[in-house]
């Protein structure tokens, strides 16, 4: 009986061990198959990591170069700006320039405006009070307030004279022009003065005065000294 039971777990044994071996090595030998195939999508990846690393360096240079771009582009509007402004501010200096320089000219006009007007004025008043005065001379030996004697020898129509803008003397900045043994001056000559005979007289005010000799109605008042 033993016999047959030993003889039964040996066969029992024999069957056993056979078919697990099989299974061992076909374990094994799927194990190399599993292994390729893990390690295909890790080859992948690594594959896939220098490519998704280059892209990710050409975004980060386009990104770079987008700044320095705009700052190209931006470099000739901001020159062009710059341009602009200091040629509106030369235009608005130069246009400040010519409104001072039109103002001063006009006020230098007005100026001289009214010192013509004056001198007319005061010739105006000098020749009607001349002509007023002319209606009856001073007498022989009269003198003036300054002790100057009006003598018929040497003043009046008989004794004329013509006279040159350079001429006489140019005295405490004034020119003078000696007449009848006295110096004669003032403040403005008309230019008929230059241009015709003149002589002098003291009129019954004792005033002095200049009188054209080919029209006695231009006069005006004079100094003596």
Avoid: C
């Avoid at 030993?6 to 799927?30: C, D, K, N, Y």
């Avoid at 602009?84 to 000219?105: D, M, T, V």
């Avoid at 006020?107 to 001349?130: C, F, I, S, V, Y």
């Amino acid at each position: 009986m033993k016999p047959l039971i030993t003889g039964m777990l040996l066969l029992l044994f024999g069957i056993t061990v056979p078919a697990f071996a099989q299974e061992e090595r076909h374990e094994e030998s799927a194990k190399p198959a599993q292994h390729e195939e893990q390690a295909k999508p890790a080859a992948k990846q690594e594959q896939a990591k220098p490519q998704k690393q280059e892209q990710q360096t050409k975004s980060a240079k386009q990104q770079q170069a987008k700044p320095e771009k705009q700052q190209q582009q931006a470099k000739p509007q901001k020159q062009e700006q710059q341009a602009k402004h200091q040629e509106q501010n030369q235009q608005k200096q130069a246009q400040q320039q010519s409104k001072g320089q039109q103002q001063q000219e006009k006020k230098q006009q007005q100026q001289q405006t009214r010192t013509q007007q004056n001198q007319q004025h005061q010739q105006q008043q000098a020749a009607g009070h001349a002509q007023q005065s002319q209606a009856q001379y001073a007498r022989n030996g009269q003198k003036d307030r300054y002790g100057h004697e009006y003598n018929e020898s040497h003043f009046g129509r008989n004794h004329h004279s013509r006279f040159e803008a350079n001429g006489g003397r140019e005295y405490n900045g004034r020119r003078e022009y000696s007449y009848g043994g006295y110096w004669f001056y003032a403040g403005a000559y008309p230019a008929w003065f230059y241009q015709q005979d003149v002589y002098f007289i003291m009129g019954a005010d004792g005033l002095w005065y200049a009188v054209s000799y080919d029209d006695p109605s231009l006069t005006f008042q004079v100094d003596i000294e």
